[in-house]
């Protein structure tokens, strides 16, 4: 049980486009789904909280409107990576929770590089 | 600022051996505590939870807290080569949110 997926796993892109990842709970329902964002040799970032139904909370610092989050239902969320430049580049991992008080289960990541 | 220290590695333990890893935190009113285990170049995979001060055992795991002393540690026994990986200490604050330490490598010398 627990698990969590992403699509897509790698995605290279031109600088300038945008690109959208999916995070999926397949066997529970998550009331909140978190972002965050991972460069190399270094920990985890959280980037954004994800409730669904409502609008997302950003960490200090995270342009809401380059990182676009849609949690539209309790299985579903998006990152949309709007306008991506290179310094966008890094290992993007989402996590679900069925509830606050319960852990947090990650998907496997999406890599993105851009050109 | 939330601050979670993990012992620098990396930590290099000979095959069947126990790998000693440590974790202190600065939020005081942290209640729960997580392990994850990263792989390089993977997502980070729960192993342990604990909320309650004390030992916690799971296979070959050992999680202890001492909330008092803002103090959680992980014991890995019998340690075998596939748990080379990162260590990720993770306390969850009042607000839900997890923070997480630089992790600690640990290698398992076969």
């Known amino acids: 049980g627990a698990v969590v997926s992403q699509h897509p796993s790698r995605v290279i892109c031109k600088s300038g486009t945008s690109v959208k990842i999916e995070c999926r709970s397949l066997d529970f329902q998550a009331t909140t789904m978190f972002w965050y964002r991972q460069f190399p040799k270094q920990s985890l970032m959280l980037m954004a909280t994800s409730n669904e139904g409502s609008k997302a909370t950003y960490e200090q610092g995270v342009e809401k409107d380059k990182f676009l989050i849609n949690h539209a239902s309790l299985t579903l969320s998006t990152l949309t990576v709007t306008s991506a430049h290179p310094e966008d580049s890094s290992f993007y991992i989402c996590?679900?929770?069925?509830?606050?008080?319960?852990?947090?289960?990650f998907g496997p990541g999406t890599r993105l590089t851009v050109l | 600022q939330k601050e979670v220290e993990q012992n620098s590695g990396p930590l290099s333990v000979p095959e069947g051996a126990i790998a000693s890893l440590n974790c202190t935190y600065s939020?005081?009113?942290?209640?729960?505590f997580f392990w994850y285990r990263q792989y390089s170049g993977k997502s980070p995979e729960l192993i342990m939870s604990?909320?309650?001060?004390g030992d916690k055992e799971d296979g070959r795991f050992t999680a202890q807290l001492n909330k008092a002393s803002q103090y959680v540690s992980l014991l890995i026994r019998d340690s075998q080569p596939s748990d080379s990986a990162t260590y990720l200490c993770?306390?969850?604050?009042?607000?839900?949110?997890?923070?997480f330490g630089a992790g600690t490598t640990v290698t398992v010398r076969a």
């Open positions: 996590s679900a929770t069925p509830g606050l008080y319960n852990e947090q289960f």
């Open positions: 993770a306390p969850k604050g009042n607000d839900y949110k997890l923070s």
């Open positions: 604990i909320y309650s001060n």
């Open positions: 939020d005081r009113v942290s209640q729960s």
